[in-house]
């Protein structure tokens, strides 16, 4: 299968920065999408920044001009930098990502989650 680390979260102040990776490993064979997710207390996981293969870019209105995805395709691994951070951005951050990968039995479908990494921004 396919895993997926995070890292680089931690604790900043109010309009600080913070850049989060999200390494993938395993026998991949391809990556079709890289997202950045994120749940904050007592709130539903919601979708923040979305990459594909090419490059093209989807973001949460609540990030737009704040967060910038980016993808590194040979190290098989995303990037999420956060910039101007303010309190309603504390939470987890996971990253997903979905593709193929090489088994015994010839390549196959996944779709992997990371195990998230905290984001704590104080005023």
């Known amino acids: 299968q396919v895993q997926l680390v995070e890292s680089g979260g931690g604790l900043v102040q109010a309009g600080g920065s913070l850049r989060l990776s999200c390494a993938a490993s395993?026998?991949?064979?391809?990556?079709?999408?890289m997202d950045w997710y994120r749940q904050g207390p007592g709130n539903q996981r919601e979708l923040v920044a979305h990459?594909?293969?090419?490059?093209?870019?989807n973001y949460a209105d609540s990030v737009k001009g704040r967060f910038t995805i980016s993808r590194d395709n040979v190290k098989n691994t995303v990037y999420l930098q956060m910039n101007s951070l303010n309190p309603e951005d504390t939470a987890v951050y996971f990253c997903?990502?979905?593709?193929?990968?090489?088994?015994?039995?010839?390549?196959?479908?996944?779709?992997?989650w990371g195990k998230g990494t905290q984001v704590t921004v104080s005023s």
């Open positions: 997903y990502a979905a593709g193929t990968y090489f088994t015994s039995g010839g390549i196959k479908n996944f779709a992997s």
């Open positions: 990459i594909t293969t090419s490059g093209s870019t």
């Open positions: 395993g026998t991949i064979s391809s990556i079709y999408a």
